[in-house]
């Protein structure tokens, strides 16, 4: 099993560091609004690389955080008039319901930031006692010029170097996101607006907090920065070291740099041994933006009668560090080579066949899938041998596809679907060809296909 990591950017074998249980720990949502499919690919690319892990033979530990505040959170319940934890429930739930959609297999936890305050004060105050952090107007900061390989996950050092920055002089970031040519100290602890003393307020919440500030224990009211909150919430579910640490590519710089140097400056040890980062998705070529009116969810491809699987099956037609470019007319394709893989599997079912598993096969597309998840080619083999496989290899590559084909079972048709192929077959006996293609359209617009045959017409699922 080989992997790309982002920290040495180069393809390395994966094997979990300690016994045969695989640490991992996934950037999870930012629950201010539904997720878009941007989201949603980095999700079933993580469910793909988990499954991959699991058919190695090893077991996985899979934790993903849910971010419930956040500068974009606390922004958009503010214009709603609600707390932040009225604002998110919607969109959490979304979230879960979007995940059962997509079948993708549920996380260990899902830990909440505002759930773990405790562990992030902890965590801030190891990094002042080390001389890593700082105090500045009732804010916390990193101190990034006092640890020493800052920049080595997004090449920083070779972008712009940080040098010049010193413990006397200092350049201070308060914004969750920013660019890498805006490098600088980043917060640990905002400190509280004015008027805001409970973590309920309306608009931005406010914890009171104890932190050792130069050999004297000070109260400050505020809210965790973004980046410690995933520091805290890894080290207590994983332990110290990650085996993978997982999310979209854009979590590079400033995310994922500043989660390893709190982490490491923490504790002394190697945050995590394997960075995966999944690419952007682009729609018609574009960057997904509101203003460009092309930021889809899950919930708009449902609306124009798209199963949430055929986005699966899209998102697995592209390699996860490779752009895929989302358009309705390949979403419509991913749709086609579903409903022919599911009657495929129905078709299997209803024969109930022994047939042999096809060892070449199972070992060719295996190979691509241990070669950094190359679903790509694995699929490539999949359709090459499609008429010879038998039903137990195409569900053995489900358990890595994630297609939930399993279960499916053959469907009766509706009586008024049985009515029109009854009809259809009169109008055949009077060679009334146009009235049976007429037919055979409208039973198409009720979602069923109707197949000839010498003993008859059979319908299924279109």
């Known amino acids: 099993m080989k992997l790309f ?8 074998v994966f094997k979990p560091a300690k016994g045969k249980t695989a640490r991992i720990y996934a950037c999870g949502p930012t629950v201010y609004n539904f997720a878009h499919i941007g989201n949603l ?50 969109y959490e739930r979304a979230f879960f319901d979007d995940l059962k959609l997509l079948n993708i297999n549920p996380a260990f936890k899902y830990p909440k930031a505002t759930a773990h305050i405790k562990e992030m004060v902890g965590l801030i105050n190891k990094l002042l ?26 090449r920083l050092n070779s972008f712009a170097p940080i040098s010049f920055l010193t413990p006397v002089s200092h350049s201070r970031i308060d914004a969750d996101e920013y660019a890498k040519d805006d490098a600088q100290d980043f917060v640990l602890w905002k400190k509280s607006k004015p008027g805001l003393s409970r973590a309920k307020s309306r608009g931005e919440p406010s914890w009171s907090a104890k932190f050792q500030l130069g050999g004297a224990t000070a109260k400050l009211a505020g809210r965790p920065g973004w980046h410690i909150e995933c520091s805290a919430m890894s080290i207590k579910y994983l332990g110290q070291t990650l085996d993978i640490h997982s999310g979209g590519i854009d979590l590079l710089f400033p995310h994922h740099e500043n989660e390893i140097a ?7 040890k190697k945050f995590a041994r394997f960075f995966v980062e999944g690419e952007h998705l682009m729609v018609d070529g574009k960057k997904m933006s509101k203003s460009l ?21 899209l998102a697995l037609t592209s390699h996860y560090r490779s752009k895929l470019n989302f358009t309705w007319e390949s979403l419509q394709a991913a749709q086609n080579a579903l409903a022919k893989i599911r009657n495929r599997v129905i078709e299997l079912k209803q024969k109930n066949a022994k047939v042999s598993p096809l060892h070449q096969f199972r070992k060719q597309f295996k190979k691509h899938i ?50 029109l192929v ?12 146009r009235a049976a293609d007429q037919i055979r359209e409208k039973v198409r617009n009720l979602g069923w296909q109707i197949e000839d045959s010498s003993a008859g017409p059979t319908t299924k699922r279109s």
């Not at 990591?5 to 390395?12: A, C, G, Q, S, Y």
């Not at 090893?58 to 505040?69: G, H, Q, R, S």
């Not at 916390?140 to 997004?154: A, E, H, V």
């Not at 009854?422 to 060809?433: C, D, I, L, S, T």
Request: aromatic residues 12%; proline residues 3%.
């Open 41 to 90: 690919r980095t999700y079933i690319f993580e469910d793909l690389m988990c499954r991959a892990i699991e058919q190695a033979g090893f077991k996985v530990k899979l934790v993903m955080n849910i971010t419930d505040v956040e500068d974009k959170i606390i922004r958009d319940a503010k214009k709603a008039g609600k707390n932040i934890f009225e604002f998110v429930k919607p």
């Open 370 to 419: 241990f070669n950094d998840l190359d679903t790509p080619k694995a699929l490539a083999v999949f359709w090459k041998n499609f008429d010879r496989i038998s039903l137990a290899d195409i569900l053995w590559a489900n358990e890595f596809l994630g297609l939930n084909l399993k279960s499916l079972k053959s469907a009766s048709a509706p009586p008024a679907v049985k009515k």
């Open 129 to 154: 006692k080390k001389g890593l952090a700082y105090e500045s107007g009732g804010s916390i900061y990193f101190d990034i010029s006092r640890f020493k390989n800052y920049g080595r996950l997004s």
């Open 262 to 268: 709190q982490s490491e400056g923490a504790t002394g």
């Open 5 to 12: 990591n982002f920290l040495t950017r180069k393809i390395e």
């Open 293 to 313: 009116g092309n930021l889809y969810t899950l919930r708009d491809l449902r609306k124009r009668d798209f199963n949430p699987l055929a986005f699966r099956y």
């Open 422 to 433: 009854e009809e259809r077959e009169r109008a055949r006996r009077e060679k009334n060809w």
